[in-house]
């Protein structure tokens, strides 16, 4: 018999880890499952040529376009996942993500609960995962339970400049929340150098709040968590009826192990935990696991995202400048405060802005500006025989990503800014890079013949399967996925937690 254990937990990322780490909490006996080993501290982690042109930390994956073309996906198997090397910019959706919103290249639909249900969960992975931030400043935000468990990391002077230029010109910028273990008011006790290499490097200090080191190292004193690391589960076997999964296939090095769970959580990422169930089709699920409705790998969504980069009059000495957001076109309609910037288009939701960390030139300051990518069903994940996933993708609201480019030109005028290059990260080719945000393949909601997955994200179709990373969601914003991720993982861990009692 294989091994048993009261729950599963498959990928130990944002969703994975974070639920792994509210479960443990119960007692109940926990088998952790990661395809990848503990990320090495080294000198490479802050070096651009190893993490960047040599790709010290990506993948050996390959994954083929919709044209059959191969490509090398930029993710990262290590525990924790994607946060390794995230930028830990940790925002909330806004209220209106939550409800339908048209867009200008179709609808972003509702979610099965609303804003203020999903609030509390919020507040606990804001907490858990020490974000520093500041609430009230940015009019597009919802209500709040808790204020940060830290004050916003300040401004360094020309960012400072910026925003106070910003201000002034009615775009309310705000600190972004960001899960960094900088304490400025003490900073001798502070994990945070302020090297600001936290977006797409790993922090050699370990100051980053990341899955890793948040929810998955508290766990490895606990006699009732396991974890496997180099762990890689291929397919998922059910019970004759095929309403429950039965066994859990692993592949170690070459070794093929087994294991069982009164509860399986599948958390692998969004296209990966759709091609473990694709893999796990038998005659009773000839389509794959959960996958009666056809939804499984469907609504792939990955942000459409551009970076620009402008110049100033100054030159640009700042260290950390990742701590500057404007959400002043997030919402088709001014949200409480009325007085956004007048004459401006307000007809369709735009997206968000957030500042880039310096890239070395002397007067440069770079923008990302990210615009909601909505489901298609189209966008979606498939898998070849032998197991690889084929990801067929297109962005949308290309025509919102390009007036928002426009209104930040317009607003950079205020700051005495004018852009000096632009760099779309969703362009025609493999989305290699665009699939950072990857979200969206087993969507949840009400209805088995739309969704994947319930409300609590167990699958319609099995008993004991729940899907519990980035997957589950069934629009993105224009928000990083992570810290909604991250509650949502917490809320299903309570859900757990509750039913193994
Ligand atoms: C460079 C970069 C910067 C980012 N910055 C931000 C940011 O600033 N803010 C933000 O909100 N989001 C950011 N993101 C996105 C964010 O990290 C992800 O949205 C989030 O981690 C998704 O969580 P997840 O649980 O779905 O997947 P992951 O966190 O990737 O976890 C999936 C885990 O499953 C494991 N796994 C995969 N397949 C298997 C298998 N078959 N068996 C066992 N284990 C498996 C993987 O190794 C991984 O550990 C960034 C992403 C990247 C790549």
């Known amino acids: 018999m294989a091994d048993h254990y009261d729950a599963v937990v498959i990928g130990s990322g944002a969703g994975g880890g974070t639920l792994a780490r509210t479960l443990a909490i119960s007692g109940k006996r926990i088998l952790l499952l990661e395809r990848g080993n503990f990320l090495p501290r080294e000198l490479g982690n802050w070096q651009p040529f190893q993490v960047h042109t040599a790709g010290r930390y990506v993948s050996q994956d390959t994954w083929y376009d919709a044209a059959g073309s191969p490509f090398e996906p930029r993710v990262h198997y290590f525990v924790g996942g994607a946060t390794k090397l995230y930028g830990a910019a940790l925002g909330r959706l806004r209220p209106a993500d939550f409800g339908e ?33 500041l609430h009230g400043e940015d009019p597009s935000e919802g209500s709040w339970s808790e204020e940060y468990p830290w004050p916003p990391i300040s401004h360094e002077p020309l960012i400072q400049q910026i925003a106070d230029d910003l201000d002034r010109a009615g775009y309310f910028p705000f600190h972004v929340p960001r899960g960094i273990m900088l304490d400025e008011a003490n900073p001798p006790t502070s994990l945070c150098i302020r090297c600001d290499t936290c977006d797409g490097y790993p922090c050699m200090v370990h ?32 019970d004759p009826r095929g309403r429950s999964v039965s066994k859990v296939i692993v592949r170690r090095g070459t070794a093929r192990e087994e294991y069982s769970g009164d509860i399986v959580v599948l958390a692998a990422g969004a296209v990966n ?33 551009a970076d620009v980069v ?41 997206g968000s802005i957030q500042m880039l960390p310096r890239d070395g030139t002397d007067r440069a300051v770079g923008f990302r500006l990210t615009t909601e990518d909505l489901p298609r069903p189209g966008n979606r994940v498939t898998i070849d025989r032998d197991g690889h996933p084929h990801l067929a993708y297109a962005a949308t609201n290309g025509g919102e990503a390009a007036i928002l480019r426009r209104e ?77 991720v991250m509650a949502n993982a917490i809320r299903v861990g309570e859900h757990l937690a509750h039913r193994l009692r």
């Not at 048209?102 to 203020?116: C, N, R």
């Not at 990341?210 to 397919?235: G, H, Q, W, Y």
């Not at 110049?311 to 001014?334: C, D, H, M, R, W």
Request: aromatic content about 6%; glycine content about 8%.
């Open 101 to 133: 919103i048209v867009h200008m290249d179709g609808v972003s639909p509702a979610w099965p609960l609303g804003y203020e249900e999903f609030e509390p969960w919020y507040a606990k992975a804001e907490w858990l995962y020490q974000v520093r931030g």
């Open 207 to 238: 100051a980053r709040a990341d899955a890793d080191i948040i929810a998955v190292r508290p766990l490895l004193s606990r006699l009732n968590v396991t974890l496997l690391v180099n762990a890689e589960v291929t397919r998922l076997e059910t």
């Open 273 to 305: 935990s759709a091609k473990v169930l694709l893999q796990s089709a038998t005659d009773r699920h000839p389509a794959g696991l959960a996958n009666g409705s056809g939804q499984v790998g469907r609504n792939l969504m990955c942000h459409n995202i």
């Open 310 to 350: 402008a110049l100033g009059e100054k030159p640009n000495e700042t260290v950390f400048s990742q701590t500057l957001g404007i959400n002043a076109f997030y919402l088709a309609k001014e949200s409480r405060r009325a007085s956004y910037p007048a004459g401006h288009s307000r007809r369709w939701p735009l």
């Open 408 to 484: 930040l030109e317009t607003m950079l005028g205020h700051a005495d800014l004018r852009v000096a290059a632009d760099e779309s990260l969703v362009a025609a080719g493999p989305p290699a890079d665009a699939i950072a945000d990857q979200a969206g393949t087993c969507r949840f909601g009400t209805d088995p013949a739309t969704s994947v997955l319930d409300v609590n994200c167990k699958a319609h179709e099995l008993d004991n399967l729940y899907v519990a990373d980035a997957s589950f969601l069934p629009s993105v914003g224009a928000v990083g996925p992570a810290l909604t």
